[in-house]
């Protein structure tokens, strides 16, 4: 926002906070709102693409984690880990796990603490992953095609505004 936009958006509120009646706000041309809209319309396009597969949005979430989690060798594998992680509330990620053990995708073992279960994928939840991540990779560069390539710039600013620490590659291009 440019200094003289955020100057006027003060003008809008008047003394102490009150909205100027004469310049209704638009909620849905505010950051909150737009940001919404751009969520849902990303989970709708992201839901079309695992349909085939039979998967929810959570449950792939969960599987890409897992899989994950598995390369890294330094990480301990919990499934509190896991959700954090995600940024999916615990109970929430516990429900979606046995969803996905009732599937035969994953399975949860005792972890190094006899409280810990550490998920991971069977050979099927492998398959599933796999077979879907084309999909899902489609659905995102479609999604994001409006970008025109700022898809890295896109991804930083949303880190930022989610209090994380921009991940940056060294890059030949942006993207």
């Known amino acids: 926002m440019a200094m003289g936009d ?5 003008e809008e509120l008047g003394p102490v906070g009150q909205l100027d009646p004469s310049r209704p ?12 809209r751009a969520a849902h319309a990303h989970a ?5 693409a695992l349909k085939p597969h039979q998967l929810s949005a959570a449950q792939y979430q969960l599987l890409a984690g897992i899989a994950a989690l598995a390369t890294d060798p330094s990480a301990r594998r919990s499934q509190a880990l896991l959700a954090a992680r995600l940024g999916m ?3 929430m990620a516990s429900a979606v796990l046995t969803q996905l ?12 603490d006899r409280r810990m279960r550490a998920p991971a994928l069977t050979r099927l939840g492998q398959a599933r992953l796999a077979a879907a ?17 700022e898809t890295t710039t896109f991804a930083i600013m949303l880190r930022l505004l989610l209090g994380e620490r921009p991940r940056i590659r060294a890059t030949a291009g942006r993207g």
């Open 133 to 149: 991540q084309p999909a899902v990779e489609a659905a995102e560069a479609h999604f994001l095609a409006p970008l025109r390539g």
């Open 89 to 91: 509330d615990r109970a």
């Open 25 to 36: 706000v638009d909620p849905g041309g505010m950051a909150g709102g737009l940001l919404a």
């Open 101 to 112: 053990e009732d599937a035969r995708l994953t399975e949860r073992a005792p972890g190094a």
């Open 44 to 48: 709708r396009s992201l839901r079309a």
């Open 6 to 10: 955020e100057a006027a958006g003060r």
